[in-house]
């Protein structure tokens, strides 16, 4: 099951790599959320967060920053001297409470300096935590409570790991807007997991 959301996402990131659209039901569903009407599920459409580049959503999340590199736990298994298994300097400064999402994206050597995560990375997975930075560490040493060889399959495609994050004033926040984005937004790697 994995490999097929998998073989997904890499044909969506090969065939929408110039794609900049905006999701429009995201829009009205944080609306209602910030200025604080009630929201409602009435509406039934899904849509693939691996189908959109851009969301309305951005502006709350940080700007996509590497976790790990596609080589970084080869590297680090073989021991190869100055090599981490995970990008520990680009985690959050801070230990609290927020939203976050995984990505996945390609850092070629064709792009060097060039790279724009923005219009790079898609967004693959959604979760909240009480202790984002603590989170993002378990992801970078063991993968977190992701499927075993989830990782392994991106990694031997060239892809890179990627995160973003949202600071929230409460656990109780955070868990109601990942359940708002759920309800609206498949997200290929929290599907995979049910």
Known sequence: ??????????????????????????????????????????????????????????????????????????????????????????????RCTGLYELGVGVIGQDQGQNFDPDNNVLGVYVGQCVDVRSRLQDYGRRGGHLPSGLYEDIFSEGYSVFYRWAPMGSKWEAAAIEGMLLSKVDYAWNTCMQ
């Open 1 to 94: 099951m994995a490999k097929l959301k998998f073989n997904h996402i890499r044909h969506t990131i090969i065939s929408t790599q110039k794609s900049t659209t905006i999701k429009p039901g995201i829009s009205q569903l944080l609306n209602n959320r910030l200025i604080g009407k009630k929201f409602s599920s009435a509406v039934s459409t899904m849509f693939k967060r691996e189908d959109y580049k851009l969301t309305i959503h951005d502006i709350v999340f940080s700007k996509w920053r590497n976790l790990i590199r596609h080589n970084d736990w080869k590297d680090f298994n073989n021991r190869k001297e100055r090599v981490r298994r995970y990008r520990h300097e680009d985690l959050p400064p801070q």
